[in-house]
């Protein structure tokens, strides 16, 4: 393992993202707040699962800007190289496909737990939300982040231009995210719906991470760590594979 290699692009990665802080951690904080209020009204009084319903937006709108921040941090920054032409240099580098990945992974991952902390810390304000299995919650947010880190990866990859990042995101991340329990439990919905939620991953990583707070949930959590963690492993021996055949990324 080149370690030092490893780090120096890590530490690139950070600061490319810390460089613009507003934009990549304030905005998703901003966001997740409007929706809480927004939803928080329509919900006022209510409770899902024995959990008032203002409360129990918080661990799902965590988890969506963890999901949303984690595959906007890598696809935008290979792709950029991609288009800036300077992706040349990284491959030039004596890193390994792991050690790319590793490197682009860890960034994502920093950033992802960075939003949820100070989204989790400004939500206090108005509701309390208990942190009942704290494993649980960090398993949770390293598969649900790393996963969609690693799906972003795969997209700059496959991605010419931004547009083909916009198409991916909005037709395969966003429906999935939105369609996975963020805002409701998925007894509520008719069996159909909720027997197809169940072939969503990013349910499960939902589920779980909510778990972790409250100890309640739609599925059990030991299933819900297995199937995020198979995912996880399945979409990075597929960009691992793809990063150390240069598919697309060498001329």
Not at 17 to 29: C, D, H, K, N, R
Not at 143 to 148: A, K, N, R
Not at 196 to 207: C, K, L
Not at 214 to 229: E, I, K, Q, Y
């Amino acid at each position: 393992m080149n370690w030092h290699g490893c780090f120096t692009l890590f530490f690139k990665e950070i600061r490319r993202f810390y460089s613009v802080i507003l934009q990549t951690v304030g905005a998703p904080v901003v966001t997740a707040l409007l929706y809480m209020v927004v939803f928080g009204q329509v919900l006022q009084g209510q409770t899902i699962q024995g959990v008032p319903s203002s409360a129990f937006l918080v661990p799902g709108l965590m988890m969506m800007s963890i999901i949303q921040n984690s595959f906007a941090n890598t696809s935008s920054s290979l792709t950029q190289s991609k288009i800036n032409g300077n992706l040349v240099f990284l491959l030039m580098t004596p890193l390994s496909a792991f050690e790319i990945y590793l490197a682009y992974i860890g960034a994502s991952l920093v950033r992802a737990t960075l939003v949820a902390v100070v989204l989790y810390l400004v939500t206090q304000l108005f509701v309390t939300v208990p942190i009942t299995h704290p494993l649980l919650v960090l398993t949770m947010l390293v598969f649900g982040g790393g996963t969609l880190a690693v799906m972003g990866l795969i997209a700059g990859i496959l991605a010419n231009k931004f547009d083909h990042l916009a198409a991916f995101q909005n037709f395969f991340i966003m429906p999935l995210s939105f369609l996975s329990g963020v805002f409701y439990s998925i007894h509520s919905l008719p069996e159909f719906w909720q027997h197809a939620s169940r072939f969503n991953p990013v349910f499960y990583m939902i589920d779980g991470f909510r778990q972790g707070f409250f100890g309640v949930g739609d599925s059990d959590p030991l299933r819900s760590v297995v199937v995020a963690g198979v995912f996880f492993v399945l979409v990075s021996s597929i960009c691992i594979t793809m990063l150390s055949r240069g598919y697309k990324i060498r001329g």
